[in-house]
T-cell receptor, first 109, second 115 residues
Framework: GIQVEQSPPDLILQEGANSTLRCNFS?????LQWFHQNPWGQLINLFY???GTKQNGRLSATTVATERYSLLYISSSQTTDSGVYFC???????????FGQGTILTVHP | EAQVTQNPRYLITVTGKKLTVTCSQN?????MSWYRQDPGLGLRQIYY???????DKGDVPEGYKVSRKEKRNFPLILESPSPNQTSLYFC??????????????FGPGTRLTVT
């Protein structure tokens, strides 16, 4: 099956800093999503991005499918950005998503 | 509002007492699945369903059952829960066609503790 690796595993920032989270995947994918898991455990959809670039406010994401990686950019970070960021990927098998181990982001005021 | 709902959100139970976690989606999605999340192990798929009356095992199906009698509902059944099933459970859904990518939507999670 598809392997998904995220880096860095932990990231500590001061409020206002920018950051880049990376996701490498081992095979061709037709689904690539980024989620934010908030302190209450909920998985918040950030981007559905099997290829290309998308932006939503301070967040943006880029997936280069041919090189099998995706990047999540967070600009002007806020304390509410803290939590775990997951990259998930799915290939030709029916709908299954493989989750990376996540990046734990802590933003200090 | 398009959403996936789960109930209950929190449950504490005892070993061996059968329980059901319900999952419902209002997006007319064909595909639904269950995941569990455990510290250090991440999220792993338990079961999935490609459509009504079509279900299959995921990576960690032992100790669980599912059914898909209606398109919108996909309950997770623990017939004899054990402490190693203490976990955070997520239901998910998406439109379905094999080999075609669609965005998946996750429910809010069910935190289960088995004592």
């Amino acid at each position: 099956g598809i392997q998904v690796e995220q880096s860095p595993p932990d990231l500590i920032l001061q409020e206002g800093a920018n950051s880049t989270l990376r996701c490498n995947f081992s095979d061709s994918v037709n689904n690539l999503q980024w989620f934010h898991q908030n302190p209450w455990g909920q998985l918040i959809n950030l981007f559905y991005i099997p290829s290309g670039t998308k932006q939503n406010g301070r967040l943006s994401a880029t997936t280069v499918a041919t090189e099998r990686y995706s990047l999540l950019y967070i600009s002007s970070s806020q304390t509410t950005d803290s939590g775990v960021y997951f990259c998930t990927a799915g290939g030709t098998s029916y709908g299954k998503l493989t989750f990376g181990q996540g990046t734990i982001l802590t933003v200090h005021p | 509002e398009a959403q996936v709902t789960q109930n209950p959100r929190y449950l504490i139970t005892v070993t061996g007492k059968k329980l059901t976690v319900t999952c419902s989606q209002n997006m007319n999605h064909e595909y639904m699945s269950w995941y569990r999340q455990d510290p250090g192990l991440g999220l792993r798929q338990i079961y999935y369903s490609m459509n009504v009356e079509v279900t299959d095992k995921g990576d960690v199906p032992e100790g669980y059952k599912v059914s898909r009698k209606e398109k919108r509902n996909f309950p997770l059944i623990l017939e004899s829960p054990s402490p190693n099933q203490t976990s955070l459970y997520f239901c998910a859904s998406r439109q379905g066609r094999r080999g075609v990518g669609y965005e998946q939507y996750f429910g809010p999670g069910t935190r289960l503790t088995v004592t």
